[in-house]
Every structure is written in C-alpha cells, then in structure tokens.
C-alpha cells in the first residue's frame, strides 16, 4: 500500500493509521530539554509533531526543562554550574534562577507556541495545585535539588479531560512553600507514571543509547529491564543517562508500557519514533 499521509515533506508509511487507531484516546507524556531547546527552528517543529499528535486523539503533557538557558543565565549572575551524577546541584541562588528561566521563560514560550496552532494550552510550575510535591533529595538543607514524593493528579485530569496540553516546568514544592529543582526526566516519569500514561517520551541530544558513545550507529533499538542491568554493570549507561534510565525503569515499574529515548535534534523524530514501525530511537519496556 502506498505512503497516504504528507506533514512538512515527512511521509507516513502505511501502517500509520493503524497505529493512529491504536493510540487514539491514549495519554503520552513528552520530556522536552537538551540542547533541542536552543534551535527555535526545531522548537516549533517538535510543537507541530506534538500538535498533529493531538489532532489524531492522542492526549499530550508536555514537561520540560531548560538546563543550557539556566546555565547561560546563572552565568550572567556570576554563579558557576554544578553536577551530581547527572543532576544539578542547587544552592538557594541558583534555585532562584531555575525558577525565573523555567518558570518565566521557557514555559510560556511553549505555551505561546501551541496558541499559534490554536491548541489549548496551560503553562504550570510543579508549584501549582500542589502538582509536584517534593523534599530535599540530598542531606543538606541548603541544597534544593528535589526529590518527588507525590504527584497530585487533579489537575491534570482536568485540564486532559477538556482537551487541554497541560505544560509544565520541572519545579515541586514542599508542603511548607520551599522550591525545589526537580530533574525533568524523574519529573516526567512520576507524571507519566501518576496518570499511567501509554507512553513516556525524553527527547534529547542524543540518538537514544548507544553501546559505544562514540558511535552513533551503535543505537539499541529495543531494551528491556535485563539489558539495561547489563549495561549499567558495563558501565555504558553513565553521566546524564543514568537519570534518564532510572526515570524509564521507575516509568515500566508503574505500569507506563513503553518508554522512548530519541533525538530530539532529528527532524520530525518524535512521528517517526511513535507513528512508524521502524522508529528511530530507543525503546523500554519490561
């Protein structure tokens, strides 16, 4: 059967309107960060893919982060970037930053871009509605990088059940008001696993895992909790993968059924990972 669909000279294969069909209904949960957020260019392509997403009855929550403009601003004010295995450590300065850049910025222009295309949207922090209830992840108190403790659900069944994008930015708080930085990638799979999500999808700079970092073509298409216990033993999961794996195993274990790592820097990557069945990325399941 021949190619029946075109977006922006990207065809779908014929088996797309059975995945369609397949997916119609369900919710699937997008980690937006990386250096894919520094192209205004792929910017508003990853929002159309999302919104064809949405016109094909596949409900959409969008999280993000915004770690490069973070960095770019807490240089400004002369505070230097530090890491933890992968996750930001965060002073109370640099947490003040966070906010302003997440929050303020990157969050609303998403929002701003899906009400170009007239797609119903809502820019939110984890702060709002208590969506992301969350507690110092490290001993120190003066360390705000967070740890979830409760997704509060609420909100986002109502703005899914309206047909409305919920956007939100990685931050939580605590019960007593104190703001805490929270990884995008546990952000997005405690959410995904909260609503029990179809799917989670982290989009990155990368092309996914790969054996060998060096080498793209080295991509494992498929992996399942066993492969990823023997790669971590290898040590080829490592730095800033490390989170992303927990937030795919944390996912499968809450009865999300499949999880993609893809790049995000690949055009049209997101339609070609969830609505063709050579995808291009990696994928997690049990």
Not at 31 to 48: A, F, P, R, W
Not at 132 to 141: E, G, V, Y
Request: hydrophobic share 40%; charged share 20%.
């Amino acid at each position: 059967m021949s190619n029946f669909i075109v977006h922006d000279r990207f065809y779908f294969s014929s088996d797309t309107i059975s995945l369609v069909n397949k997916y119609n209904g369900s919710t699937f949960v997008v980690k937006y960060g990386g250096s894919v957020m520094n192209s205004d260019t792929l910017k508003c392509q990853i929002i159309e893919d999302l919104c064809l997403l949405y016109f094909f009855g596949i409900n959409i929550i969008l999280v993000h982060g915004g770690g490069i403009l973070i960095n770019h601003w807490l240089s400004k004010f002369g505070i230097k970037p530090k890491f933890l295995d992968g996750v930001r450590v965060t002073d109370y300065d640099t947490m003040k930053v966070v906010e302003m850049v997440l929050s303020g910025q990157v969050n609303k222009d998403l929002v701003a871009l899906f009400d170009q295309h007239n797609i119903f949207s809502v820019g939110l922090s984890g702060k709002d509605a208590g969506l992301i209830r969350a507690s110092h992840l490290f001993s120190s108190t003066e360390n705000f990088t967070g740890k979830i403790d409760n997704i509060n659900t609420r909100v986002l069944h109502l703005l899914l059940s309206n047909r409305c994008i919920p956007v939100i930015a990685s931050i939580g708080s605590d019960s007593n008001g104190k703001t805490y930085n929270v990884n995008a990638d546990t952000a997005a799979s405690a959410i995904a696993s909260a609503v029990q999500a179809e799917k989670l999808i982290l989009l990155t700079d990368a092309p996914g895992v790969l054996r060998d970092i060096n080498d793209e073509s080295s991509l494992i298409k498929d992996l399942n909790l066993q492969t990823i216990q023997e790669l971590r033993l290898n040590n080829i999961i490592s730095a800033g993968m490390i989170p992303k794996i927990q937030s795919c195993v944390d996912a499968l274990h809450s009865n999300v059924k499949s999880v993609h790592i893809i790049d995000g820097r690949m055009k049209h990557s997101l339609l070609r990972e969830v609505l063709t069945s050579t995808r291009i990325g990696s994928m997690v399941v049990l």
